[in-house]
């Protein structure tokens, strides 16, 4: 199960090899764990979120090419979730 992404409780991951399944990415937090199906952005299934809390957290992005997690400030393509891709890292200045 290749993670993502990990934003606060929140885990990011997809299993590689799921036969007849559409591309999905799960997202856990503690024991709660929504399914979402990448083409088209749809939820799939959803083990303890309640309806309010997926509703709320997150939102289709980019006209349809991506999902936005408001809550942890992140924004995750469909095309980068698919290759498995990580998100760039910001530039942190150094100190001198």
Same mark, same amino acid.
């Given at each position: 199960?290749p ?7 929140? @885990? ?11 591309? !999905? ?5 503690? &024991? /709660? #764990?929504?399914r ?18 997926? @509703? ?11 999902? !936005? ?5 992140? &924004? /995750? #393509? ?9 998100a ?7 100190k001198t």
């Open positions: 199960m993670t993502v992404l990990r934003s606060g409780p929140y @885990r990011f991951y997809f299993y590689s090899h799921e036969p007849d399944e559409p591309p !999905h990415i799960h997202i856990d937090r503690d &024991d /709660l #764990s929504p979402f199906w990448l083409d088209p952005i749809q939820l799939a299934t959803n083990l303890g979120f309640r309806a309010h809390e997926l @509703r709320r957290n997150w939102k289709i992005a980019g006209g349809g090419y991506g999902i !936005h997690w408001p809550e942890v400030d992140e &924004d /995750l #393509s469909t095309e980068g979730l698919l290759r498995g891709a990580r760039p890292r910001a530039h942190t200045p150094s």
